[in-house]
């Protein structure tokens, strides 16, 4: 079962802070996030494994709330160059990587 | 520097036509996946391999197969093309998935098939 990304759409200004979160119905032990610019191939952002471990390079940061079956990625002081559909691809015991429907994020200067 | 390649970025192929896709991967990676990506439902797994000569089914086989004789190469074959099957391909691979441990996978650029 896919899980579910909010918001589906994003636009920001150079310089805004976006949230977008990940959800899932089943117990995780793992959280993938990627990003895809258009025409291109997803490329790995990071994984979080449970132990509400918090990730981050650069201004993107991540959360994982196991409890919860959560997890938000942080973008902030977002850059023209942060453009591209985030995926988020989650991973259970019982479930290989599922990947999100992605969440499309558009920066404008 | 890592690398994924597919034999072609865009494919245009007739209904009942068998459509061969190849991925490549020169990471030495055990793990390989083939996904259809469409709009608005993501990157949905076809099938994936493990091993030489080994598979299993993702969420989305039907009137698709497989086959890995190589370790560097993974294929995504269509018996008989539909226009259903038109969509983006994307190969990806990854180090071997043990118990507790998971990798980041590696995409390719994928391949635009369309069925006419």
């Known amino acids: 079962q896919q899980p579910v990304q909010s918001p589906q759409a994003v636009i920001l200004r150079e310089g805004e802070d976006a949230v977008i979160n990940c959800s899932s119905s089943k117990a995780l032990y793992s959280v993938h996030w990627y990003r895809q610019k258009h025409g291109e191939a997803p490329v790995f952002l990071m994984i979080l494994l449970k132990g509400g471990e918090q990730k981050g390079h650069d201004k993107i940061s991540a959360s994982f709330n196991e409890k919860k079956q959560q997890s938000s990625l942080y973008l902030t002081a977002s850059q023209l160059s942060y453009s591209g559909t985030y995926f988020c691809?989650?991973?259970?015991?019982?479930?290989?990587?599922?990947f999100g429907t992605g969440t499309r994020l558009q920066v404008f200067p | 520097d890592v690398k994924v390649t597919q034999s072609s970025r865009y494919l245009v192929k007739r209904t009942g036509e068998k459509v061969f896709l190849e991925c490549v991967q020169d990471?030495?990676?055990?793990?390989m996946f083939w996904y259809r990506q469409d709009p608005g439902l993501g990157l949905r797994l076809i099938y994936f391999s493990y091993d030489v000569k080994m598979k299993e089914k993702g969420d989305i086989p039907e009137g698709y197969s497989v086959s890995r004789e190589k370790k560097e190469r993974f294929s995504l074959i269509l018996e008989s093309a539909s226009t259903n099957q038109t969509s983006m391909y994307l190969c990806?691979?990854?180090?071997?998935?043990?118990?507790?441990?998971?990798?980041?996978?590696?995409f390719g650029p994928g391949t635009r098939l369309t069925v006419t």
């Open positions: 990806a691979s990854s180090l071997f998935l043990r118990q507790g441990a998971t990798y980041e996978q590696y």
């Open positions: 691809g989650t991973e259970s015991n019982t479930d290989k990587l599922i």
């Open positions: 990471m030495d990676h055990e793990n």
